[in-house]
Each structure stands twice: as structure tokens, then as C-alpha cells.
């Protein structure tokens, strides 16, 4: 049984720094890359970050790029977000996502079989 775990989250003020922590167990070495996402009350999911499981690659949203650093240890079992200069606007559910299949927008969440419950994230100004 596949399982994702985040951890982290917590409620911080505008300016501060979190990180989070997605550990994946019970999973065959078979993932192509994981990402976080997040979801906001009445908005859509949104792709926040991305790592192939090579760690050659990382991709980023333009509202986080400069800001949040996507990572991951060196087994490979688990991914962090760093998340520095929070802004109120990125207050939401973080989840973590792993996915198999190669190819595809790293941004789309149909790309991912795998997530995690969420941890939330609260910035205040």
C-alpha cells in the first residue's frame, strides 16, 4: 500500500519561513517525479512545485519561484518544500503527489497517482 505523509505545516506571519515534509512508504522505486500542490477555499488545485526522482529537474509556479525550493533525501523517500517570504496568498492545503507515469505538464494534477492527506499552511499579514 502506497502511502504519502506530509508534515510541516503550521501558521506563520507574512515574511516568515516553513517546511514541508512529504515521506513516501510502502512504495517500489517506480516513481517518475512528485510535486506539491495547493488548494485554497474556493480556488482549484494548483501545481506548486515539481522534482524528478533523478533530482536533475525541479520546476516552480511563477508565484513561488525565487521563494520556495523543492528537494528531496538522498534515498529518495522523502521530498521537502521550503517555503521562504510567505504571503498571505499562499495560505492553503498543501498536499504532496508522486507520480509513475513520465511525460505530461508537471502541473497537472491527472498526471499524479499518488497524495498525500494535506497539511495547511496559514500566512498572516
Known amino acids: 500500500q502506497v502511502q504519502l505523509t506530509e508534515s510541516g505545516g503550521g501558521s506563520v506571519q507574512a515574511g516568515g519561513s516553513l517546511r514541508l515534509s512529504c515521506a513516501a512508504s510502502?512504495?517500489?522505486?517506480?516513481?517518475?517525479?512528485m510535486a506539491w500542490f495547493r488548494q485554497a477555499p474556493g480556488k482549484e488545485r494548483e501545481g506548486v512545485a515539481a522534482?524528478?526522482?533523478?533530482?536533475?529537474?525541479?520546476y516552480y509556479a511563477d508565484s513561488v519561484r525565487g521563494r520556495f525550493t523543492v528537494s528531496q533525501n538522498n534515498a529518495k523517500s522523502t521530498v521537502y518544500l521550503q517555503m521562504n517570504s510567505l504571503k498571505p496568498e499562499d495560505t492553503a492545503m498543501y498536499y504532496c503527489?508522486?507520480?509513475?507515469?513520465?511525460?505530461?505538464?508537471?502541473?497537472?494534477?491527472?498526471?499524479?497517482?499518488?497524495w498525500g492527506q494535506g497539511t495547511q499552511v496559514t500566512v498572516s499579514s
Open positions: 503527489a508522486a507520480a509513475q507515469r513520465r511525460g505530461g505538464p508537471w502541473w497537472d494534477p491527472n498526471k499524479y497517482n499518488n
Open positions: 510502502g512504495y517500489a522505486n517506480t516513481r517518475s517525479s
Open positions: 522534482i524528478t526522482t533523478g533530482g536533475s529537474s525541479a
